[in-house]
């Protein structure tokens, strides 16, 4: 499984960006799809999760009702929607794919194929 994350940039506070994993054949179809976000001098952290089929999708408390993501299957690829951007929310954003399913969609060990990162500056 191969994940390529892209779309990150420069933007002012309270832009839009969004970002894409374009996954290799089924993956995203086929398994959970997060992603994830480490800023400078701190943990990767959870941002969003989608599961399998779809019907379970979860956020952080911070980025509710600001971020979305979504899928396009016959892209296999998957994407974060992100509004009203501020500059907390600069950081590396991983996506990251998980073959088996849990409850602890927002444990990064849960994951099995991570992509290599795309970078979102949020200049206040």
């Known amino acids: 499984v191969q994940l390529q994350a892209s779309g990150g940039g420069l933007v002012q506070a309270g832009g839009s960006l969004r970002l894409s994993c374009a996954a290799s054949?089924?993956?995203?179809?086929?398994?959970?799809m997060g992603w994830f976000r480490q800023a400078p001098g701190k943990e990767r952290e959870f941002v969003a999760h989608?599961?399998?089929?779809?019907?379970?999708?979860y956020y952080r408390d911070s980025v509710k009702g600001r971020f979305t993501i979504s899928r396009d299957n016959a892209k296999n690829t998957v994407y974060l929607q992100m509004n009203s951007l501020t500059p907390e929310d600069t950081a590396v954003y991983y996506c990251?794919?998980?073959?088996?399913?849990?409850?602890?969609?927002?444990?990064?060990?849960?994951?099995?194929?991570w992509g290599q990162g795309t970078l979102v500056t949020v200049s206040s």
């Open positions: 054949a089924r993956t995203v179809s086929n398994y959970g």
């Open positions: 990251a794919a998980r073959t088996r399913y849990s409850t602890n969609y927002g444990d990064l060990r849960e994951y099995n194929y």
């Open positions: 989608m599961s399998r089929s779809g019907d379970g999708i």
